[in-house]
Structure formats: structure tokens, C-alpha cells
């Protein structure tokens, strides 16, 4: 079976300052990768994802993320925060295998101080 | 243009009474689906439907039953509505019903259950 954890339900950074948010899986076979961003009152939206190929891939909005396999994480980072990135942030994993079946972590708020 | 919709936005309904939640897209996508998300931001997959097939049907309660008329529409219709079930119910679509496939979510349908 597949899980996610985020590690931090919130997370609060200045602007301009480095955003990193942490994103471990479980998985038994090499998995599909996955950032979703939600902003209030609003559905989710990709940010990046990670199939096959380079590890560190590029997003939308200045986001990236690395597939660390021995680590079993997928961390999202950003260089300089800004208030516009204040949203929800979730972390997915899924089997290539399956049918669309994505698995949801349980979300970090990312709040920017100004 | 709205790619993913749903209707109503928010959705005020007594214990027992039976509701139905639209959903359309309009991007000529196979795939669509239905996602729960609860007050603690928690999103868990109900169901899938590719070219009108259901493809994933989590362990959900039957009063739960998805219909799909065509590939640019999947209604939710709960009966015997319970408190459990207020959440933010959100239609997803995708272009494949592969994992790999990148997923649009509509609005959301805010449902309170009194």
C-alpha cells in the first residue's frame, strides 16, 4: 500500500525567505510523484510532478522538488517566498500501475510573513 | 472559461433529505472524478469514471452513487444524508485514466449537513 506524510501541518516563512516543505512516501514499487497547491475557497491546482527521468523537476509559480529514492522523499522548495504563495500544499503519491488512484498527504499550510 | 464546474457551490441540506451535485467539464477529457474532503483538509478519491466506466470505486457508503451520462459529465447523488457527509466535495477530469495523466480539479461543492 501506498501512504504520504507531510511533515508539519503549517509552516510559516518571511518573504523573500527559502520555502521548503517536506514530503516523505511509502511505496513498493517506483512511484509517481506528485504537488498539488490550493488556495482558499478554491480546487487544487498541479504544481509539479515527477514520473521518470530527472529527479529534480521544475514547477509552476517558481516551485521545484527532488526524488530522493534512498531517502523516500519529494520535498517542494522555493528560493524567496512570496505572499501570493500563501495557500494549502499537498503532497501525492501514486502507483503507475493503478488506474488514477492518487494518494493525498494531509496537507501544510504555508502562511508568508511580511 | 470554466473547465471543471460544479453545482451548487454550497449545498445546506437536512440529515435524511437525498442531494445531487453536478459536475461538468469541458476540455475533452475521458476521465473524471469524485473526491471528499474533510474539515481537517483530509482528500480521499470516492470515484472514477473513464468514457462512462466506473474504473475506481473506493469504500464508500452506497448511498453514494456516481452517475456519468457522458464523457463531459459525473453527478454525485447522496441519499439518506448523514452529519458525516458535510465536507467540500470536489470533480476532478483528466485526459487519461493513467496515473501519469495531470488532474483538473473544479470549485468544490461545500456541503453542510444539519
Known amino acids: 500500500a501506498q501512504s504520504v506524510t507531510q511533515l508539519g501541518s503549517h509552516v510559516s516563512v518571511s518573504e523573500g525567505a527559502l520555502v521548503l516543505l517536506r514530503c516523505n512516501y511509502s511505496?513498493?514499487?517506483?512511484?509517481?510523484l506528485f504537488w498539488y497547491v490550493q488556495y482558499p475557497n478554491q480546487g487544487l491546482q498541479l504544481l509539479l510532478k515527477y514520473t521518470t527521468g530527472a529527479t529534480l523537476v521544475k514547477g509552476i509559480n517558481g516551485f521545484e522538488a527532488e526524488f530522493k529514492k534512498s531517502e523516500t522523499s519529494f520535498h517542494l522548495t522555493k528560493p524567496s517566498a512570496h505572499m501570493s504563495d500563501a495557500a494549502e500544499y499537498f503532497c501525492?503519491?501514486?502507483?503507475?500501475?493503478?488506474?488514477?488512484?492518487?494518494?493525498f498527504g494531509s496537507g501544510t499550510r504555508l502562511s508568508i510573513r511580511p | 472559461d470554466t473547465a471543471v464546474s460544479q453545482t451548487p457551490k454550497y449545498l445546506v441540506t437536512q440529515m435524511g433529505n437525498d442531494k445531487s451535485i453536478k459536475c461538468e467539464q469541458n476540455l475533452g477529457h475521458d476521465t473524471m472524478y469524485w473526491y471528499k474532503q474533510d474539515s481537517k483538509k483530509f482528500l480521499k478519491i470516492m470515484f472514477s469514471y473513464n468514457n462512462k466506466e466506473l474504473i475506481i470505486n473506493e469504500t464508500v457508503p452506497n448511498r453514494f452513487s456516481p452517475k456519468s451520462p457522458d464523457k463531459a459529465h459525473l453527478n454525485l447523488h447522496i441519499n439518506s444524508l448523514e452529519l458525516g457527509d458535510s465536507a467540500v466535495y470536489f470533480c476532478?477530469?483528466?485526459?487519461?485514466?493513467?496515473?501519469?495523466?495531470?488532474?483538473?480539479f473544479g470549485p468544490g461543492t461545500r456541503l453542510t449537513v444539519t
Open positions: 476532478a477530469s483528466s485526459q487519461g485514466s493513467g496515473a501519469v495523466y495531470e488532474q483538473y
Open positions: 511505496s513498493s514499487v517506483p512511484p509517481y
Open positions: 501525492a503519491v501514486s502507483d503507475p500501475s493503478s488506474a488514477s488512484k492518487i494518494i
